[in-house]
């Protein structure tokens, strides 16, 4: 069965969808622009590729998208541009999960479906109660005003959080916190936490794109992984 790709064209998606293509997973991806995306990838016979965008789809579109999908990726975020930071849509994110969500519950699915969010180490995960120094709280407090995307990133996760808190949804996730992002050109050694070992801001870590697509690739075709971090907000370091 299928799994759908949101955010495929950014740094980070076009591996996810690279590395699921390199497993033998059928992959449906939805961009704004198809030429955003590698030419190899566009080539792929097992990418089916859409050309729209998420949250100006009709809910018929979406529903479409998602039924049979056995898993939904989101590497969704926002272009650091002036106009992608505070301009339109400032929930780019939040209501893009919400609508998936939502479509993926009006197909009734038999067994529930994946959902894997990138987010991010500085979101705190307050349900496992993440300590935070009184410093990191003043500067997550201004980001979350004066950055809305940081603001995204949180709502997003906490949707996931309070709406799919138990199991036996139509809808089981996780939400995967790379610390500051960095390129590599090949996956490395890399260590998952339940919550951070270090301070993403003042003693932040370095993950590379390609491991976190590498981990998230692995939360969808290893169950047993799925089962250990579902629910949860692991943090990747690279090693």
């Given at each position: ?5 949101v ?14 293509l ?26 089916t ?33 002036f ?32 959902i894997?969010?990138?987010?991010t ?13 009184l ?7 201004m980001?979350r ?21 138990t ?28 919550s ?6 003042f ?10 697509a ?11 992984l ?14």
């Amino acid at each position: 069965m299928p799994i759908l790709v949101v955010g495929a064209s950014g740094a980070t998606g076009r591996l996810v969808v690279e590395q699921l293509l390199n497993e033998g997973e059928e992959v449906k991806v939805i961009v704004r622009s198809t030429p955003s995306l590698p030419q190899h990838l566009i080539d792929h016979a097992k990418l089916t590729v859409t050309e729209a965008s998420l949250l100006e789809m009709t809910d018929a579109e979406l529903l479409a998208q998602v039924q049979g999908c056995d898993a939904i990726v989101s590497c969704l975020g926002h272009n650091l541009t002036f106009k992608g930071i505070f301009g339109h849509p400032g929930r780019l994110v939040t209501d893009s999960v919400r609508r998936l969500c939502g479509a993926v519950e009006k197909t009734e699915p038999a067994q529930p479906v994946k959902i894997v969010l990138m987010n991010t180490t500085g979101n705190r995960n307050k349900k496992a109660a993440e300590k935070i120094t009184l410093g990191h709280r003043i500067v997550v407090t201004m980001l979350r005003y004066l950055l809305p995307p940081h603001a995204d990133n949180e709502q997003a996760a906490a949707y996931l959080q309070t709406r799919y808190e138990t199991t036996g949804n139509a809808v089981e996730w996780v939400a995967v916190r790379p610390d500051s992002l960095i390129n590599a050109e090949a996956l490395g050694m890399y260590e998952v936490f339940a919550s951070p070992i270090r301070d993403p801001i003042f003693n932040s870590g370095k993950t590379s794109r390609i491991n976190v697509a590498g981990f998230m690739k692995e939360l969808i075709v290893d169950d047993t992984l799925w089962v250990k971090w579902r629910g949860q907000m692991p943090v990747i370091y690279n090693c």
